[in-house]
Structures are given as C-alpha cells and as structure tokens.
C-alpha cells in the first residue's frame, strides 16, 4: 500500500527565514504528486501539483516544491516565509483516482 | 475549477444518533470521495462515492457505519451512523474531474463533535 511521510510535525520558524517541508512516499509505479495548506478554520487548497515534466515546479504565493524520483521525494521550499503562511501543509501522492495524505505539518511564523 | 458545498459545517451530537452530511458540487464531476481528519491526523479516504451504485469503501470502513449515497454527478451524501466519541472529526467531500487530469477540490469540511 501506499504511504506518505512527512518529517516534520511541527515548524516554527521566524518571518524572511528559508522553508523547506520534507516528504517522502513509498511507491514504485507513476503518482502525481500534490502539496496541499490548510489556513486555520479554512479548507485545502492546492499549493502546486506535479504531473510530469520538469521536476521543479512552482507554485502560489512563492512555494515550490522538487521531485526527485531516485529518492521518492516532493520537498516543498519557500525562501522567505510570512506570517501569513502560518498553516498546516499536507503532501499527497495519487498513483489511481484518490490521494494518499502525509500527516501534515504545522507551520508557525513568527515575528 | 470546482465549487462544493458542503452541509452542516459543524454539529455537536449526542452518541447513538446519526448524521447525514450533504456535498453539492457546481458541475458535473466523475470522481466524488469522502474522507475523514481525525484530531492531529492526516486525511484518511473512507470511500468513493458511486453514481447510482453502492460506493466503495476503504479498510477499515463499511457500509452500515457510513452509509453513502450519490444519487447523480453533482451531489452526494455521507452518513455517520451511531455515533460515538471516536467519530470526532472533520469529514470532507472531494471531487476530481477524471478527464482533465486535475487536482482534486475540497469542500470546506464538517467538524463533527459526538458527545
């Protein structure tokens, strides 16, 4: 079965320092691979997603997130985070129809 | 992109009794799928949700505990029946567009409090 491991249960990290949220999954075949937030008392919304192509892609509000396949990893980075970007970040992996959810990692910025 | 509803958004219940929780989607989509964050824990899938058929359910999950139903593209309904405090959690509706590849939406979830 699929799996999603995520690192970090929880970050805290002051304003304009640099993010990086590991995630890795076990599975050999094709997945997309997605990261989702969750902004406190709101619902996912898609970070970035990756398909195919080019194995760095980027995505909203400065977030970006490497696939390395040899490692079967999707890290998602962001050089200078905000306050606003306090929120639980989840990484996804779909290898059919349905995604297989990390735990999640809580974010805390501060001042 | 896909706009869902979602219907109650929280409700506290008393053990024993059931609660049917409504997804409404904007269009017509080919996916639908329920799924469950428990406190401090990921999103777990409890099943999909067929058009006109019984829905397919995930370990761990049956039928007579979460009843489903999707009666056309456009809207689905999960039950959580006889209740207890361990089915606290937040229920989500998503939905995903086969056809295009998509990433799958999310409703805004129903905080479900059994006391």
């Known amino acids: 079965a699929q799996s999603v491991s995520q690192h970090n249960h929880h970050v805290i990290l002051s304003e304009a320092a640099s993010l990086e949220l590991g995630c890795n999954y076990s599975y050999g075949g094709t997945v997309n691979l997605f990261w989702y937030v969750q902004y406190p008392g709101q619902h996912l919304q898609l970070l970035l997603k990756?398909?195919?192509?080019?194995?760095l892609v980027k995505g909203i509000k400065g977030f970006e997130a490497e696939f390395i396949k040899s490692k079967f990893s999707f890290n998602l980075r962001k050089p200078s985070v905000q306050w606003s970007d306090t929120a639980e970040y989840f990484c996804a992996v779909q290898s059919q129809v349905f995604l297989v959810f990390g735990k999640g990692t809580r974010l805390s910025v501060i001042a | 992109s896909a706009v869902i509803s979602q219907k109650p958004s929280r409700d506290i219940c008393q053990r024993g009794t059931s609660l049917t929780i409504q997804c409404q989607v904007d269009?017509?989509?080919?996916?639908m799928f329920w799924y469950r964050q428990q406190p401090g824990q990921s999103l777990t899938l409890i099943a999909t949700?067929?058009?006109?058929?019984?829905?397919?359910?995930e370990s761990g999950f049956v039928i007579d505990k979460f009843p489903i139903s999707r009666p056309n593209l456009t809207f689905s309904t999960l039950t959580v029946s006889n209740m207890s405090p361990e089915d606290s959690s937040i229920y989500l509706c998503s939905v995903l567009y086969l056809e295009s590849n998509t990433e799958a939406f999310f409703g805004q979830g129903t905080r479900l409090t059994v006391v």
């Open positions: 949700a067929n058009q006109g058929s019984e829905a397919t359910y």
């Open positions: 269009s017509q989509v080919t996916m």
């Open positions: 990756y398909f195919s192509g080019d194995p």
